[in-house]
């Protein structure tokens, strides 16, 4: 079983900056492809972004790109999701989420087998 688990949300400006930071144990990290996904009150849960185990390969949803940059550091478990720019759209509830059995990488949050609790991200105007 694997423990996924986020931090790191809050309520900032617009314009503002925030790092979510996320852990997962229970298996080798870099065996797991990991992703950030999001849901809004009324919508559906949506990518943000992926990166593949090694951290070499990473995709962005359209909303975020030139804004947001994931990254992974697999010597401390961590997976990070920078977020520069950000717009009151981009609140959300922000959840992590890691799969031990795509080996590239997946925009599909079905493709997912682990999930954390979520971490809430409010943007103000």
């Known amino acids: 079983q694997v423990q996924v688990a986020e931090s790191g949300g809050g309520l900032v400006q617009a314009g503002g900056s925030l790092r979510l930071s996320c852990t997962a144990s229970?298996?080798?990290?870099?065996?797991?492809?990991m992703g950030w996904f999001r849901q809004a009150p009324g919508k559906e849960r949506e990518l943000v972004s992926c990166i593949s185990r090694s951290g070499s390969n990473t995709q962005y949803g359209d909303s975020v790109k030139d804004r947001f940059t994931i990254s992974r550091d697999n010597t401390k478990n961590t997976l990070y999701l920078q977020m520069n720019s950000l717009k009151p759209e981009d609140t959300a509830m922000y959840y992590c989420?890691?799969?031990?059995?795509?080996?590239?990488?997946?925009?599909?949050?079905?493709?997912?087998?682990?999930w954390g609790q979520g971490t809430q991200v409010t943007v103000s105007s």
């Open positions: 229970g298996l080798p990290f870099d065996d797991l492809t």
């Open positions: 989420a890691a799969s031990n059995s795509v080996v590239w990488f997946a925009l599909d949050p079905r493709r997912y087998n682990y």
